[in-house]
């Protein structure tokens, strides 16, 4: 591919896309984890707990046991036949 190409494909990318950095600048990590937190409370009910990992979520009962988990690639699963 010639740099007239490549210089094509990055303009009409360009008009399309999203700017992306521009978009994490806007991001509140803590907005999003206390919503995220507010949907698992209507979901699971009390008690629960959840943590928030880069690879997914952990969801905890009452007694600390995980009882259920979201990773990419897999979606969520049970822990030890839970579900």
Same mark, same amino acid.
């Given at each position: 591919?010639?740099?007239?190409?490549?210089?094509?494909? !990055?303009?009409?990318?360009? !008009?399309?896309? &999203? #700017?992306? *950095?521009a978009l994490m600048g806007?991001?509140?990590?803590?907005?999003?984890?206390? =919503? #995220?937190?507010?949907?698992?409370?209507?979901?699971? +009910?009390? &008690? @629960?707990? =959840?943590?928030?990992? *880069?690879? +997914?979520?952990?969801?905890? #009962?009452?007694?600390? #046991?995980?009882?259920?988990? @979201?990773?990419?690639?897999?979606?969520?699963?049970? *822990? =030890?036949?839970?579900?």
């Open positions: 591919m010639g740099n007239k190409f490549l210089a094509l494909r !990055k303009s009409e990318v360009a !008009k399309v896309a &999203p #700017d992306r *950095s806007k991001i509140d990590m803590k907005e999003i984890r206390e =919503a #995220d937190e507010r949907w698992l409370c209507i979901l699971f +009910g009390e &008690p @629960y707990e =959840a943590e928030f990992q *880069s690879g +997914g979520v952990h969801v905890y #009962d009452g007694n600390g #046991d995980e009882i259920l988990t @979201y990773t990419a690639g897999v979606g969520w699963h049970g *822990s =030890a036949g839970r579900i």
